[in-house]
């Protein structure tokens, strides 16, 4: 049975709360976007994982929906490919068969990013894997690039994603830094995200929206606007 925010006992009150979020969302201009768990795989062959996956993602849908968010990547519902199982090729062909079951507001709305591991998928491979296939787009994560570059360059790699973005619609990049760097401890893995983020960001000259992937959040963002972008946000 599918599980659906609008059979829970406080729906109504639900829907009230999230419509009124929604209002301070549109006054104040802020872009919403959401990354379900790792345990999102579209790649698998596993029946009870694929079904998992598309009750998940159908929730983050409907939560949307209930938001009044447009059914664009403006508001992305952003996740992996999650797994190679020794064969790329054929599970992005899954990955794509897959797609297909899931709901409009889903569909709509779903990104993928590169992986941090050069056993997992580059950006290079998710072009061709993916885009060319379904049309998502692919968000660019600086940080993951520098493990799985698929022999592009930073640049080469975030204009290959750049270039599957809606025109109207600014892309949406990763960014963070390594914890084993920030904390100049080698027992930490580097793949590790920082606390904060130390270096100014290269766009490239492009208009992104950057979401920072640091372990402090907003404490990391108003760092960042302090240091680099002389906002005082206090």
């Known amino acids: 049975s599918n599980y659906?925010?609008?059979?829970l006992n406080n729906y109504f009150e639900i829907k009230h709360y999230l419509n009124q979020a929604s209002k301070i969302i549109n006054k104040n201009k802020m872009r919403i976007t959401a990354h379900p768990g790792p345990f999102n795989i579209l790649a698998s062959s596993n029946n009870k994982v694929i079904?998992?996956?598309i009750k998940d993602l159908s929730v983050h849908g409907?939560?949307?929906?209930?938001?009044?968010?447009s059914h664009t990547v403006f508001n992305k519902i952003n996740i992996h490919v999650g797994a190679t199982y020794g064969d790329k090729k054929k599970s992005l062909?899954?990955?794509?068969k897959n797609f297909k079951q899931l709901p409009y507001n889903v569909q709509t709305r779903l990104t993928i990013e590169n992986d941090d591991r050069n056993s997992m998928y580059s950006i290079n491979d998710l072009y061709h894997?993916?885009?060319?296939?379904?049309?998502?787009?692919?968000?660019?994560?600086?940080h993951h690039h520098k493990f799985c570059s698929g022999n592009l360059s930073e640049k080469k790699a975030l204009e290959l994603a750049i270039s599957t973005w809606p025109k109207n619609i600014n892309p949406v990049v990763h960014y963070s830094e390594s914890?084993?760097?920030?904390k100049n401890d080698n027992n930490i893995k580097p793949q590790a995200h920082s606390d904060y983020i130390y270096n100014k960001i290269n766009t490239y000259g492009y208009n992104l929206d950057v979401m920072v992937e640091a372990k402090h959040k907003e404490l990391a963002v108003i760092k960042y606007k302090e240091t680099y972008l002389n906002e005082n946000l206090f």
Not at 129 to 142: A, K, S
Request: aromatic share 18%; proline share 3%; charged share 30%.
């Open 179 to 182: 914890r084993s760097v920030e």
């Open 93 to 96: 062909k899954t990955f794509c």
């Open 62 to 69: 409907e939560f949307f929906d209930l938001m009044n968010f």
């Open 129 to 142: 894997g993916v885009y060319e296939e379904i049309g998502i787009p692919l968000v660019f994560d600086y």
């Open 4 to 7: 659906k925010i609008k059979d």
């Open 51 to 53: 079904n998992n996956t």
